[in-house]
């Protein structure tokens, strides 16, 4: 591996290379003449010129077809593509905490998964009101009936909460602050139907202790979690969900924050709400 291979992580980025020189100087490389040079930084700007005004061009393209408020012919081809935001305004209303009041679209279906898999997979899950406040604005009602018993034998086991560096009551041991947190890096609708659908939402999570002497600090971690939705009193709700591993980035050779700086983030800095 070469040492620019090392310094951008072995991952490909794009390299710009120096101009090559005819004669010799003190690098072993030499000097084009005047006119050469002169030559090829005319060729560089009106190259620029051109790149500048196609990205003009295709920029005011897409604002003009946009305008009209989207094809609702059905035709997925005009549609935004998978990874693109739809420009679509966030909810204004909320359940319990947590935003609510969805369209009964795909983009509607979308936005609800993303925010409730941050809700489902934040640490007022660790704390029992709070967890069913969650449960009630999330779940269907008979998914919240069924699930409700479980999760709670779950979140109370003591061994789930020592593994974890939590203490019985699932507070964060003195000194310490307890990171539990979603990042949503996109949604995908697999199927969709008048009163139900199926959503994949990509996201990393940060788990752990922030603090001095902390046993389980905050890691990252990647997960593709699938969501059985269903159109239940007048909004979307989860029915069932599963989840799997990845897919996992390369990791950069960042060094890691002190547990001070870790723990501050997590405390001044605030969640969104999701919208497609």
Same mark, same amino acid.
């Given at each position: 591996?070469?040492?620019?291979?090392?310094?951008?992580? &072995?991952?490909?980025?794009?390299?710009?290379?120096?101009?090559?020189?005819?004669?010799?100087? &003190?690098?072993?490389?030499?000097?084009?003449?005047?006119?050469?040079?002169?030559?090829?930084?005319?060729?560089?700007?009106?190259?620029?010129?051109?790149?500048?005004?196609?990205?003009?061009?295709?920029?005011?393209?897409?604002?003009?077809?946009?305008?009209?408020?989207?094809?609702?012919?059905?035709?997925?081809?005009?549609?935004?593509?998978?990874?693109?935001?739809?420009?679509?305004?966030?909810?204004?209303?909320?359940? &319990?905490?947590?935003?609510?009041?969805?369209?009964?679209?795909?983009? &509607?279906?979308?936005?609800?998964?993303?925010?409730?898999?941050?809700?489902? /997979?934040?640490?007022?899950?660790?704390?029992?009101?709070?967890?069913?406040?969650?449960?009630?604005?999330?779940?269907?009602?008979?998914?919240?009936?069924?699930?409700?018993?479980?999760?709670?034998?779950?979140?109370?086991?003591?061994? =789930?909460?020592?593994?974890?560096?939590?203490?019985?009551?699932?507070?964060?041991?003195?000194?310490?602050?307890?990171?539990?947190?979603?990042?949503? #890096?996109?949604?995908?609708?697999?199927?969709?139907?008048?009163?139900?659908?199926?959503?994949?939402?990509?996201?990393?999570?940060?788990?752990?202790?922030?603090?001095?002497?902390?046993?389980?600090? #905050?890691?990252?971690?990647? =997960?593709?979690?699938?969501?059985?939705?269903?159109?239940? /009193?007048?909004?979307?709700? #989860?029915?069932?969900?599963?989840?799997?591993?990845?897919?996992?980035?390369?990791?950069?050779?960042?060094?890691?924050?002190?547990?001070?700086?870790?723990?501050?983030?997590?405390?001044?800095?605030?969640?969104?709400?999701?919208?497609?």
């Amino acid at each position: 591996m070469s040492d620019d291979d090392d310094l951008f992580g &072995g991952t490909g980025e794009t390299r710009t290379r120096l101009p090559e020189r005819d004669g010799a100087d &003190g690098y072993g490389a030499g000097r084009r003449s005047g006119r050469r040079s002169s030559s090829r930084s005319l060729v560089t700007v009106i190259g620029v010129v051109v790149l500048l005004i196609a990205a003009i061009a295709f920029a005011n393209r897409d604002d003009s077809s946009s305008d009209d408020g989207g094809d609702t012919s059905g035709n997925k081809d005009t549609q935004a593509a998978p990874t693109a935001p739809t420009g679509e305004k966030p909810v204004s209303g909320k359940n &319990g905490g947590i935003p609510a009041g969805y369209a009964k679209t795909e983009q &509607g279906v979308e936005s609800a998964t993303a925010n409730y898999a941050v809700a489902l /997979g934040s640490a007022d899950m660790f704390d029992q009101t709070q967890r069913h406040r969650i449960i009630d604005a999330v779940y269907t009602p008979q998914a919240a009936t069924e699930r409700r018993p479980g999760l709670d034998k779950v979140y109370k086991s003591e061994k =789930f909460l020592s593994s974890i560096g939590l203490e019985n009551d699932g507070n964060a041991p003195k000194g310490t602050t307890f990171v539990s947190r979603i990042i949503p #890096v996109g949604t995908k609708v697999t199927k969709f139907g008048e009163n139900s659908a199926t959503v994949e939402i990509w996201y990393s999570s940060l788990f752990g202790l922030a603090g001095e002497g902390a046993k389980n600090p #905050v890691t990252e971690s990647w =997960f593709t979690n699938t969501y059985d939705m269903r159109w239940a /009193g007048g909004d979307w709700k #989860v029915a069932d969900f599963k989840q799997k591993d990845g897919p996992v980035p390369v990791g950069r050779d960042q060094r890691a924050s002190t547990a001070d700086d870790m723990a501050k983030a997590v405390e001044e800095y605030g969640g969104f709400t999701y919208a497609r």
